[in-house]
């Protein structure tokens, strides 16, 4: 099927829902208020899941071929060997934002906003840069509520963060696509960093040459990009682009420094890429960097969590690379800081950290559980007289009580781990509220 399927289409077969997650829940719930007597079975490897549907509780093996329809829940990989034997069997596998495309693209203009780091905080900029003009905007997909969750949306227009696991299998129509940057990321999934790139470069495909803005600073990304049709090269003049710590469009300062109240230069990159986005939507460049000042950061994403005694206490669980790290590390130079990192152990390169910890110096790297010992033991083995105390510890909490001990007045103590959440954590969302809990801030209101 070459299409984004229906509804209507999918309440005609046998459906067989893989993965029960947020977007399994929302899928099986648009099913149902569609047609109350819909049949699916749901299908999970493990877990078990609280619901009144079917459920097989079982590796995926032969038995998906039982079903005309396979929907995948984005955690579930599109080369999984028993969705590949479905595929070549003739059963359809879908992905739930193709769904939501096939119902309600066609209705509203729709922004893909992807990349390997920055995808969040930029979609939810030009969400509230449109919105400053007076735009219903609809802020969705990765991000906040599963977009089948929003089949009744009045939006004007629809800003749809996009992991490489929803874009991999990708149908649909978008008509402007944000790429942020690239680098390798969450290569176990895909099998390598080829199959990664090719995710998320679905994002291309689906524009069939209409506009996509690229980050023109990110050398890998340009490289990336170079043969897409209808590629806008952002953060360059004569567009919008950082200059140093303030924005500039033709040539002029769009606002002073200072304006965008997120911490690093990297934000200001991803400023500048909504800006130009909304510009490539119609709207005014300087009334749309007005609205800049009353955006507020998300959480677990550099966020300030306390200072206390003169140290302050950074969140940036959502950091699951080295990649990651190393721009966390750079936004909040010159500070001296105190590194928690580790989390999952999968493959990794923490080389550019290394580098940059051997050119700026760290105040002390603090490691956690599960990949902590390897991640200590590269750093002692690699980094020179700039590093400072290299500790791996039980767990996030015995992290945070050595910082408080190490730290002096003017640190940063900065989450951020390299690494996915899980094992340990649920997601990387408990993993930030952890580390606030440890801190002795209260949880955020959900």
């Not at 299908?43 to 079917?54: I, K």
């Not at 500070?335 to 580790?342: E, F, N, R």
Request: hydrophobic share 45%.
């Amino acid at each position: 099927m070459n299409s984004s399927p229906t509804i209507d289409w999918l309440l005609a077969r046998r459906i067989g829902l893989l993965g029960y997650g947020r977007d399994g829940r929302a899928t099986a719930r648009a099913l149902r208020e569609r047609d109350p007597a819909v049949q699916l079975t749901v299908l999970v490897e493990r877990g078990e899941p609280e619901t009144d549907w079917p459920v097989v509780n079982a590796p995926f093996d032969e038995r998906l071929c039982d079903f005309d329809v396979l929907i995948r829940s984005p955690g579930v990989p599109v080369d999984h060997p028993a969705l590949t034997a479905a595929r070549e069997a003739g059963v359809v596998v879908v992905n739930p934002a193709s769904i939501w495309l096939a119902e309600r693209g066609r209705d509203l203009t729709v922004v893909g906003v992807t990349g390997s780091k920055g995808k969040s905080t930029t979609a939810s900029l030009l969400a509230h840069l449109l919105r400053g003009q007076g735009l219903e905007v609809l802020l969705a997909g990765n991000i906040g509520v599963p977009l089948l969750d929003h089949l009744e949306s009045a939006a004007d227009v629809a800003v749809l963060e996009l992991s490489s696991y929803q874009l991999a299998d990708l149908q649909g129509r978008i008509d402007l696509g944000l790429f942020t940057r690239l680098f390798p990321e969450h290569l176990d999934w895909h099998g390598g960093e080829e199959a990664y790139v090719a995710a998320k470069l679905r994002l291309a495909e689906l524009l069939e040459g209409r506009p996509l803005l690229v980050n023109g600073r990110d050398e890998r990304l340009v490289a990336a990009t170079e043969a897409v049709r209808g590629r806008v090269l952002g953060n360059r003049p004569p567009g919008v682009w950082r200059d140093g710590d303030r924005l500039m469009l033709d040539g002029a300062p769009l606002c002073p420094a200072g304006a965008l109240p997120l911490i690093g230069r990297h934000n200001l990159d991803n400023a500048a890429l909504a800006l130009q986005a909304g510009i490539l939507l119609g709207q005014d460049g300087p009334a749309l960097a007005r609205s800049l000042s009353t955006f507020r950061s998300l959480p677990h994403r550099l966020e300030p969590v306390a200072t206390v005694d003169g140290v302050r206490f950074i969140n940036d669980s959502i950091s699951t690379s080295p990649w990651a790290t190393l721009a966390a590390l750079d936004a909040l130079a010159p500070a001296p800081v105190i590194l928690i990192a580790g989390g999952q152990a999968r493959p990794a390169d923490w080389q550019p950290v290394l580098e940059w910890v051997d050119a700026h110096g760290l105040e002390a790297l603090l490691t956690i559980p599960d990949n902590g010992g390897v991640i200590a033991d590269r750093f002692g083995e690699a980094v020179g007289e700039r590093m400072g105390p290299i500790e791996a510890l039980e767990g996030l909490e015995q992290a945070v009580a050595r910082a408080r001990e190490l730290a002096r007045e003017g640190c940063v103590v900065l989450l951020s781990p390299g690494a996915p959440s899980f094992t340990r954590f649920r997601d990387f969302e408990e993993r930030g509220e952890r580390f606030r809990a440890a801190v002795g801030v209260a949880p955020e209101v959900q």
